[in-house]
């Protein structure tokens, strides 16, 4: 395109000059002088200049940081309104910073937060040097045109340190109670352990429960019901709530390994489902806030295409007990068998729940319960049913969960037996102590890869030993690589159900994010370790092999089959087999032959 000539001024007409800018006079307005030190990226302070009516996405920005903050500050930050991120004051209106400040008091109740101060400040800027010498006056001027600058105090309300110090115990010694440190969140020994305490319950009183079933027998919906305090529709209300996927939503069928928190009080009150004030769902974060006990449940796929996906969701889960759902209208199918030989096999105390109960037939109902007793009564099970009827059933069983199955009745869209199954999972006694394994090593058990843009490489996973304190001096070892060797990084934060921490130990499921390159994050893989020391690799090992259940296939020497050790998924084969205990087995002397052969 041809560009348009600039026009000349004919002889007749004058050119006008530019308006050159004046300098202001120095007696005049001293704009923009520092009136605080320069924001820090880090702690619990926050800058802002000003948030003027903003919109949906960036309120759930707004209160991301606000979170972050409260964080840094456990459980207290302050917001200076009117102040830029160099300290220097905005020489904002009163008008515009009482207005932000009402925004940000706003986000701060989605936070389960409160304002304890707010200050207005004047009379620091944009006064006349010949003013100066005037006295200043306390008194907050309105009008416009006087700059202003606020500061907010804000805490959060941790709902969990107000529990009595003692609850009304369901059993003898089961019941876990608060801790010595319950007080007023407004106390600072409270601001001081509200994070430890957070910490403390995602890894002590955090009990994991697998959830396994067949494909039709109800386990997305128990949980969603569980954990939104909500019945179900009967068309798929609660499972949506929950699932990840959208063709899980389309056909009902839950494909991947997910894991929902259902918090209790220390009285046994549930701490979930919607809030009242803000008619939303709580977030991960919030119901850990506000717990002092967590169930951890974990729904695993039922379907048989994706029994590989469930064999390793229960290997790699640290489950400490597991549900067996069973459709009450249907007799148990042979998924149901698996399931429950894998959990055995484990060693995992396994609890019995019948679902659907409402409007079941009575005959359906008990050719249900006869199948599922005679698979409880096999050898290789060798489980005493019992049915749990009242709360005085579930503190007889208590204590011998390794002997009997509790079998409970209940219904999602009645809600008939979900208290009482409530009750049972408050109850239950903690089964693995890996806050006992805090001396040994750190190691992290890599369950999932991410990639966060302005993060980087994000993995989440399992605290299986150790502690980790995360910073920029905080090297670390991943690995191992398709070459066997380990790359060493930085990590440089974490996050514990969405809480963001400088500190991991045992026991709890965390992200870890790292410093890494594009081409180190190609690396990256499912079933690696993270650890302190830069350790070996091996690809040969030595194990005990107890075969439960046969399908018709030998095993012999080079046999290649799918191995689940922890997170770890892997095909192997064995280079060499040798029978222990042969009259314990009960194998023919025809198949003795040639088993001690070395390849």
């Given at each position: 395109?041809a ?19 004046q ?5 005049k ?13 880090s ?5 802002k ?8 996405t960036?309120?759930?920005?707004l ?6 903050r409260?964080?840094?500050?456990n459980?207290?930050c ?22 932000s400040?009402?925004?940000l ?6 936070l389960?937060?409160i304002?304890l101060?707010?200050r207005?400040?004047q ?10 010498k005037?006295e ?7 009008a ?6 606020c ?9 969990h340190l ?42 002590a009183?955090?009990?994991r ?7 039709d027998a109800?386990k997305s ?7 939104t305090?909500?019945?179900?529709d009967?068309r798929g ?8 996927h959208?063709h ?7 494909s ?32 850990a ?10 729904d ?8 590989k996906?469930?064999?390793h ?36 105390p ?5 679902t659907?109960?409402d ?8 050719n ?18 019992f ?9 007889t ?6 002997t009997l199955a ?5 219904s ?9 199954l ?14 006992n394994?805090?001396?040994r090593?750190?190691?992290?058990l ?5 990639n ?7 993995v989440?996973g399992f605290?299986n ?5 995360v910073?920029?001096?905080s ?10 060797t380990?790359?060493r ?7 514990i159900?969405r ?23 190609k690396k990256?893989?499912?079933?690696m370790?993270v650890?302190?020391d830069n ?8 194990a005990?092999?107890c075969v439960?259940?046969?399908e018709?296939t030998?095993i012999?020497?080079?046999?290649q ?11 192997a ?7 222990v205990?042969n009259?314990?087995v ?6 003795m032959?040639?088993v001690?052969?070395?390849?």
């Amino acid at each position: 395109m041809a560009r348009r000539p600039k026009s000349k001024p004919s002889p007749n007409q004058t050119a006008t000059p530019r308006a050159t800018p004046q300098r202001k006079d120095p007696n005049k307005l001293v704009v923009g002088a520092a009136v605080v030190p320069p924001e820090d990226e880090s702690g619990p302070t926050e800058y802002k200049r000003q948030v003027h009516k903003p919109t949906p996405t960036r309120q759930r920005s707004l209160a991301t940081q606000m979170s972050y903050r409260l964080d840094q500050g456990n459980g207290v930050c302050t917001y200076r309104i009117g102040v830029e991120d160099d300290g220097r004051h905005s020489l904002l209106d009163h008008s515009n910073v009482a207005e932000s400040a009402t925004a940000l008091e706003a986000i701060a109740r989605t936070l389960n937060a409160i304002v304890l101060e707010r200050r207005m400040i004047q009379n620091e800027v944009g006064t006349r040097k010949e003013d100066d010498k005037e006295e200043k006056t306390d008194e907050i001027i309105t009008a416009p045109g006087i700059p202003t600058r606020c500061e907010l105090t804000i805490q959060r309300v941790e709902t969990h340190l107000l529990d009595p110090p003692s609850s009304p115990q369901l059993n003898n010694g089961t019941t876990a109670t608060p801790s010595d440190d319950t007080t007023t969140p407004t106390t600072t020994s409270s601001n001081n352990n509200a994070k430890s305490t957070v910490c403390e319950t995602l890894s002590a009183r955090n009990i994991r429960v697998a959830v396994v079933g067949n494909v039709d027998a109800g386990k997305s919906t128990l949980i969603g019901t569980l954990t939104t305090s909500s019945l179900d529709d009967g068309r798929g209300k609660s499972r949506t709530a929950i699932m990840k996927h959208r063709h899980e939503i389309e056909s009902g069928r839950t494909s991947t390994a997910t894991t929902h928190l259902l918090g209790f009080r220390a009285s046994g009150e549930c701490v979930a489902g919607r809030d009242t004030i803000r008619v939303k769902r709580k977030t991960e974060d919030e119901v850990a806030r506000e717990s002092h006990r967590i169930v951890s449940l974990i729904d695993l796929a039922g379907h048989e295409k994706y029994l590989k996906t469930t064999i390793h969701g229960v290997s790699s889960g640290m489950a400490d007990y597991a549900l067996i759902l069973v459709n009450s209208r249907h007799p148990p199918t042979h998924m149901t068998q698996h399931h429950l030989n894998l959990c055995c096999s484990f060693g995992i105390p396994v609890i019995v729940v019948f679902t659907k109960i409402d409007g079941c037939p009575e005959h359906a109902y008990k050719n249900s319960k006869e199948e599922v007793f005679k698979l409880l009564r096999a050898n290789d099970i060798k489980k005493k049913p019992f049915a749990v009827r009242n709360e005085q059933d579930i503190t007889t069983c208590m204590g011998h969960l390794q002997t009997l199955a509790p079998i409970l009745e209940t219904s999602c869209v009645t809600g008939e037996g979900m208290e009482l199954l409530r009750k049972m999972l408050f109850v239950l006694p903690k089964r693995r102590r890996h806050e006992n394994k805090i001396k040994r090593p750190f190691e992290f058990l890599v369950e999932d890869i991410f990639n966060v843009p302005g993060v980087g490489a994000v993995v989440s996973g399992f605290v299986n030993a150790g502690e980790l304190t995360v910073g920029s001096t905080s090297n670390v070892y991943v690995g191992p690589t398709d070459d066997g060797t380990f790359l060493r990084t930085v990590a440089k934060s974490a996050h514990i159900a969405r809480i963001n921490t400088s500190h991991v130990t045992s026991g709890q499921s965390a992200c870890l994010a790292f410093a890494l390159n594009k081409e180190l994050r190609k690396k990256l893989r499912r079933g690696m370790v993270v650890l302190k020391d830069n350790p070996t690799s091996t690809k040969e090992f030595d194990a005990e092999i107890c075969v439960l259940k046969g399908e018709g296939t030998t095993i012999r020497r080079s046999y290649q089959a799918y191995v689940h050790i922890l997170n770890v998924r892997q095909s192997a084969f064995a280079r060499s087999i040798e029978l222990v205990n042969n009259n314990a087995v009960g194998v023919p002397p025809s198949h003795m032959g040639g088993v001690e052969e070395e390849e």
